[in-house]
T-cell receptor
Framework: NAGVTQTPKFQVLKTGQSMTLQCAQD?????MYWYRQDPGMGLRLIYY???????DKGEVPNGYNVSRLNKREFSLRLESAAPSQTSVYFC?????????????FGPGTRLTVT | AQSVTQLGSHVSVSEGALVLLRCNYS??????LFWYVQYPNQGLQLLLK??????LVKGINGFEAEFKKSETSFHLTKPSAHMSDAAEYFC??????????????FGKGTHLIIQP
């Protein structure tokens, strides 16, 4: 099992460019999440998906869109990148409630917007 | 709604000394609580969790934490620090029951420094 994988590991964008961060999990989890991590801020939830075909906003959704392509994959898109979106992005997944509440994290994508 | 406060953005201890990282939470419903560790340039790894049952929970690498409902706390301890414990530690909470936004609410993190 690879767990949660994310691509790319690093990315540099210019202001206004777009890109999609990819996330996949092989643990057959229903719920998937996107967080951003900024120094001194901890991790903040951007979007989540409780199941295939559903997505919901988290704490900081502005400037982002997501797609739950299938049960395995959950992508995060920046349509027009801004310097404020410079951050480390983490994808996570979780088994169904009643089995476990812990989340499993990917290795992260370090994004710089210049 | 829930929130997490971690006291001390940086904590420095000597190798072999007690490690104590403080976490207080606020939650309108019974919480599930977690401690995660992040080593430099890596993702988050679960140290331990409290869901229900025993309030003293043991985790990996010799860490443990005690859920104290009356104090709304979930402090992380380790009797004897090792150099390899140097990392960023995050406390997180999620509501026991459903409803509202899913996901973990994290504290801002505590950077643990181990002095030789």
């Amino acid at each position: 099992n690879a767990g949660v994988t994310q691509t790319p590991k690093f990315q540099v964008l210019k202001t206004g460019q777009s890109m999609t961060l990819q996330c996949a999990q092989d643990m057959n989890h229903n719920s998937m999440y996107w967080y951003r991590q900024d120094p001194g801020m901890g991790l903040r939830l951007i979007y989540y998906s409780a199941s295939e075909g559903t997505t919901d906003k988290g704490e900081v959704p502005n400037g982002y869109n997501v797609s739950r392509l299938n049960k395995r994959e959950f992508s995060l898109r920046l349509e027009s990148a801004a310097p404020s979106q410079t951050s480390v992005y983490f994808c996570a997944s979780r088994p169904p409630r009643g089995i476990s509440y812990e989340q499993y994290f990917g290795p992260g994508t370090r994004l710089t917007v210049t | 709604a829930q929130s997490v406060t971690q006291l001390g953005s940086h904590v420095s201890v000597s190798e072999g000394a007690l490690v104590l990282l403080r976490c207080n939470y606020s939650s309108s419903v019974p919480p599930y609580l977690f401690w995660y560790v992040q080593y430099p340039n890596q993702g988050l790894q679960l140290l331990l969790k409290y869901t229900t049952g025993a309030t003293l929970v043991k985790g990996i690498n010799g860490f443990e934490a005690e859920f104290k409902k009356s104090e709304t706390s979930f402090h992380l301890t380790k009797p004897s620090a090792h150099m390899s414990d140097a990392a960023e530690y995050f406390c997180a909470v999620t509501p026991y029951s459903g409803g509202g936004a899913d996901g973990l609410t994290f504290g801002k993190g505590t950077h643990l420094i181990i002095q030789p």
